[in-house]
């Protein structure tokens, strides 16, 4: 019945508009067929979702699919799909619309990663990032730091930095840091706002600024923390911020990333790390000696987790505290070097002499031993003396003599 009421209309434009019409009717279907898939690939394709497929090899493939055809280079297919998705994540709408919304953050990791984002994303971005961030649930708040951080990857830096949504996103994100439930979300949310520093017009390493209230809120949360991953990861940012200002900045992130449990390379570190002349160590010393002291408990757990905080521990000692001046900072290192030496020789105890923890114990020792040494200070001051001193004979104690 279809065909014969429709037969006649469909021939008479046909031959009116001729082939023409046929082949302009034929791509635009198969534009939406194409867009329909991307949509269909990304949303089974995202990570960490329900709509996640469990059968590898239909992953392989859909990843396989999508990485051959993003990016979309075809303007009508990029439009429905910004179509698609503007309908889609309208404010309230989203709730009901969490495919789309996992498969969104991949459309974009996807089609943007290598090319600027478009002003039009830029802001459908921006608005769907600040709207699922509303929601108390952690998944889509990560999803909201997601698609910041690619905003502030893709997009037109002078057109981010003119807008202030740099700005934007760093008082949206920093409200995350007090409140983190897992290592993921809190790497996720450091790497975004360390981004957001990038664009700051006024950032001066002389001046209060940016930098200074997340090394705040990083050296509070080694305290705060919900637990030991997300504690080390906050560690982490500790000694990434000292070094921000560092005219060698790459340098001393790129020795200190190399591994300080290698004996060859960690003569190397310490040279490098010497040389940091961020003025910002100088503001937060005293912070972090005292926090290294009162977190130390934390090396007394299990062993793998004891061996990252240690080596995270020395990390920040070599950037953060190294490179200052004896007489600058005396009456705070010489109370934090008798504690902590003394805590670290519990920790060898603790860990029932094993060797690798005994390793990394001596290296650190040896980076306090190093510090006075290559100060003319030291021979200035008696109890400096005393430390080196006590720092040579136990270097000397067959704990360190035997496992070398």
């Known amino acids: 019945m279809f065909w014969k009421y429709n037969y006649r209309p469909f021939t008479t434009c046909c031959n009116k508009a001729g082939t023409g019409f046929l082949v302009e009717k034929i791509k635009t279907l198969m534009r939406k067929v194409f867009a329909n898939v991307i949509i269909l690939l990304c949303e089974i394709n995202a990570e960490s979702t329900i709509y996640r497929l469990s059968n590898e090899n239909i992953q392989r493939n859909a990843n396989s699919i999508l990485q051959e055809h993003t990016p979309v280079n075809i303007a009508d297919v990029e439009k429905i799909l910004f179509e698609f998705y503007q309908n889609k994540l309208k404010k309230d709408v989203w709730k009901k619309q969490l495919g789309s919304m996992h498969g969104f953050v991949r459309y974009l990791e996807l089609q943007y990663s290598c090319k600027t ?23 889509c708040k990560r999803i909201g730091i997601l698609i910041f951080a690619l905003i502030l990857k893709s997009g037109n830096f002078a057109y ?16 995350d840091v007090d ?34 209230d ?37 340098e001393i992130e790129a020795c200190c990333e190399a591994g300080l449990n290698i004996p060859s390379s960690i003569e190397h570190c310490r040279n490098i790390c010497a040389t940091n002349n961020s003025y910002t160590i100088f503001r937060w010393a005293k912070s972090i000696l005292t926090m290294l002291n009162v977190e130390s408990y934390k090396l007394m ?19 953060c505290i190294l490179p200052i001046d004896l007489q600058i900072i005396a009456p705070h290192l010489i109370s ?26 001596r290296t650190i020792l040896e980076t306090f031993k190093y510090q006075l040494q290559h100060s003319p200070y030291t021979h200035e001051s008696e109890n400096f003396v005393k430390l080196n001193n006590a720092l040579e004979k136990l270097l000397n104690h067959n704990i360190f003599v035997q496992n070398k």
């Open 117 to 139: 984002l478009p002003r039009q994303w830029v802001n459908f971005c921006l608005s769907v990032g600040l709207t699922v961030r509303e929601s108390h649930e952690p998944t």
């Open 160 to 175: 981010i930095q003119e807008q202030n949504i740099h700005g934007v996103i760093y008082e949206s994100a920093i409200k």
């Open 179 to 212: 409140f983190m439930d897992c290592a993921e979300t809190a790497a996720d949310v450091w790497k975004c706002l360390h981004k957001c520093l990038k664009f700051c017009k006024e950032l001066s390493s002389f001046n209060w600024c940016q930098l200074d």
């Open 214 to 250: 997340l090394m705040e809120k990083a050296i509070k949360n080694v305290t705060m923390a919900s637990n030991s991953q997300i504690s080390l990861c906050n560690l982490q940012q500790v000694s990434k911020m000292a070094a921000y200002f560092a005219i060698n900045q790459q």
């Open 301 to 319: 757990q299990e062993k793998e987790m004891s061996q990252k905080f240690l080596l995270e521990m020395h990390k920040c000692y070599l950037v």
């Open 336 to 361: 934090f070097l008798e504690k902590f030496t003394s805590v670290l020789m519990e920790v060898i105890i603790t860990h029932k002499l094993d060797f690798e923890i005994i390793q990394i114990v």
